[in-house]
């Protein structure tokens, strides 16, 4: 269903790999494009707008790497803006361990999919996680909606419960009963919909979700209904505390802007989506492999990184020389501190690094303060980073007003700065005895 979006985007990048460099000019073109395919494709105005301005800034702050072409690169800065807008990582299901009774609450409008996914999700939960699954009929206005969930579980090999087949909300009930009672581990409950959202529907979903108080809700919602899916998810989230989306058919031929909107307006991850018709059309969502379906060049994005890593390297090589001849500069702190906040969270990193943990135990890394040294150094000129000596005065207030810091603050980074630089010649020249060192120990830089 994506197929639009990758045709506009094939062709833009196209237009720019011809290009030296990227610049505003060469890019502009494509900017546009990819804009208009986000529209077309129905995602959300204030999403569009969001993700064209990052992709513009990362593109022009961007420094080129050699080994590859200027529309690679772009292709791999705009790969991960729809990575990070689909929601970086795939979400699990937050269920309790198969000795109690876990609860998943269908909710959505009608014909969404619930009855169909309720279906799919006991197969899933079967066979991945050997869960004993029951699934409740909470939808009694359809004529043939218990009929339908019967089949549903027989065709997932699970057991369904009817109850009384009048009143939702003791079906709710009597299922959790029946389900504690007969050792199941996992009730899935499936409701009604009705054509638009209407108080009744709300408020009598509501009181089951309250009732039984489910440990995932998960909103179905149709993803060939694009934006209208948006605005329902919104206000079954006001509603019901949704934890998870399921956006069915995505085998559709739609637009498929709903998957960019909703994360980001609603701020819930999609955690399935549906494909098919059948029992096993259900998959896990995983947005890196979706944006690369959607860009249709998963080979170029695997190509930049690996030319980054060479291209990190390089530049750390780059910068040992000039700490060894004391040329190190607030320029060069400034560019550490970005590729450590490129690097992911540092308390990751150090874990990555052997020994560097204990080492870095009576350390506190702080994030936030990484981010307030980069405004301090990003509201200096090129030529006071280059040469510190000159922030006195009413320089030093400036920064400090650009950095919506103190002054005390810019004086402690400096004092920071000069310690550091101390310290990093004295570490080369303890690495030249030791190559097998990790490459620079920014500790100091980070001690609150
Ligand atoms: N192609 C495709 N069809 C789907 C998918 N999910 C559901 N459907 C179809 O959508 C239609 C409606 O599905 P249901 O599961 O009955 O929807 P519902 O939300 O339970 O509907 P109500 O109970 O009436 O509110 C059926 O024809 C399903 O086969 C999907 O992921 N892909
Ligand atoms: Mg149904």
């Known amino acids: 269903m994506l197929d639009g979006i990758t045709r506009s985007l094939t062709d833009v990048f196209k237009t720019i790999s011809g290009n030296a460099k990227i610049t505003e000019n060469n890019i502009n073109k494509a900017i546009a494009d990819i804009r208009i395919a986000l529209l077309e494709a129905d995602v959300n105005i204030t999403v569009v707008r969001n993700f064209i301005n990052d992709v513009t800034e990362k593109a022009l702050g961007e420094k080129v790497i050699r080994s590859v072409n200027p529309g690679q690169q772009f292709i791999k800065i705009v790969s991960d803006e729809l990575v990070s807008i689909l929601g970086e990582k795939s979400q699990d299901l937050v269920l309790k361990p198969t000795n109690t009774l876990s609860i998943i609450l269908i909710a959505g409008l009608q014909g969404s999919g619930k009855t169909t996914t309720t279906g799919k999700l006991a197969r899933y939960l079967k066979t991945n996680d050997s869960r004993k699954v029951l699934l409740a009929a909470c939808d009694v206005y359809r004529p043939a909606a218990i009929d339908q969930l019967e089949r549903v579980a027989e065709i997932a090999e699970v057991d369904a419960f009817v109850g009384d087949r009048k009143n939702p909300i003791k079906i709710a009930k009597e299922a959790v009963k029946h389900a504690k009672r007969n050792n199941y581990d996992t009730l899935i409950l499936d409701t009604a919909g009705r054509l638009h959202i209407d108080k009744e529907m709300m408020e009598e979903v509501r009181k089951i979700s309250k009732e039984v108080k489910p440990d ?124 450590m906040s490129k690097m992911g969270p540092l308390e990751n990193l150090m874990e ?91 500790s100091s830089l980070l001690k609150r």
């Open 352 to 442: 990555m690094i052997p020994g560097m943990k204990q080492q870095m135990q009576n350390v506190n890394i702080d994030e936030k303060q990484i981010k307030q040294q980069k405004a301090i150094i990003q509201s200096m000129t090129l030529k006071e980073r280059y040469d510190p000596r000159l922030l006195h005065g009413s320089r030093k207030r400036r920064v400090a007003r650009g950095a919506g810091v103190s002054i005390l603050q810019v004086d402690n980074l400096l004092k920071k700065f000069n310690k550091s630089k101390q310290m990093m010649k004295k570490m080369m020249k303890m690495k030249g005895n030791m190559p097998n060192m990790p490459d620079m120990d920014m």
């Open 216 to 339: 995932e809700t998960l909103f179905v919602a149709d993803s060939m209904t694009g934006q209208h899916a948006v605005d329902i998810a919104k206000e079954f989230n006001d509603t019901l505390a949704v934890s998870g989306i399921i956006l069915t058919k995505f085998d559709s031929d739609t637009r498929g802007g709903a998957a960019f909107s909703i994360k980001q307006i609603i701020g819930k991850p999609i955690k399935f989506v549906g494909v098919s018709e059948k029992v096993d059309g259900l998959e896990v969502f995983y947005p890196d492999r979706i944006a690369s379906r959607i860009l249709g060049m998963g080979d170029v994005v695997s190509l930049v990184e690996k030319a980054e890593k060479v291209y990190d390297e390089e530049e750390a090589a780059r910068l040992e020389k000039k700490i060894r001849k004391a040329e190190f500069n607030l320029q060069d702190f400034l560019e550490q501190l970005e590729q």
